[in-house]
């Protein structure tokens, strides 16, 4: 016999202020990736570590497993950031920092795609794997400060950013409380 969730309404809310505050932390991550801003970016990076922890945190989703799986995941990017801001100066383990985040996200985001229908989420749940190779292969050739690269990412960032936003605004008009239809 399954035990009955609970899950109030403000949990949806709350679950959803997640993704707007992830949704703040990528914009402010693309531009300042465009302009160069290494402020910006650690700020970005900051607020959407936190909003994903927050979306990760309130999760609904029928297998426990899938939250465990999806929380641990964030939950270590946030303590892998930590420590490369903190302890760690090399920007492989700030890369692979994002990786488990978006690994996380990528679940939440394909969670979304398979119950609601978001075309959205699919698209960036497959993305986010390759972005972390991408970002791996390029600092790995050293190759990080070539501006055809440069050019290349913002404009990957920039799709991104618009898949993020297009996603969030579909998540905010849909009811609350809405139960899986996949």
């Not at 016999?1 to 899950?7: A, I, L, N, S």
């Not at 994903?52 to 303590?79: D, P, T, Y």
């Not at 795609?113 to 794997?129: K, N, Q, S």
Request: hydrophobic residues 55%; proline residues 2%; charged residues 10%.
């Amino acid at each position: 016999m399954e035990k009955e969730v609970y899950y109030p309404k403000f949990y949806d809310i709350i679950y959803r202020s997640g993704y707007i505050i992830g949704f703040i932390g990528i914009v402010l991550f693309v531009f300042s990736y465009i302009f160069s801003n290494i402020y910006g970016l650690y700020a970005g990076i900051s607020v959407f570590f936190a909003g994903s922890l927050i979306s990760s945190w309130f999760l609904l989703v029928w297998k426990r497993e899938i939250k465990i799986f999806i929380l641990s995941c964030v939950i270590a990017g946030i303590l892998l950031g930590l420590s490369y801001i903190l302890v760690i100066r090399n920007i492989e383990v700030l890369i692979i920092s994002f990786g488990f985040v978006l690994a996380g996200l990528a679940g939440l985001y394909g969670k979304e795609a398979h119950c609601f229908h978001f075309v959205e989420g699919w698209i960036l749940m497959w993305t986010f794997p390759v972005l972390v190779f991408a970002n791996l292969l390029v600092y790995g050739f050293n190759i990080e400060r070539d501006t055809g690269v440069h050019v290349i990412f913002s404009v990957i960032y920039l799709i991104i950013m618009l898949l993020a936003l297009s996603f969030l605004i579909k998540k905010l008009k849909q009811p609350l409380m809405q139960f899986c239809q996949g």
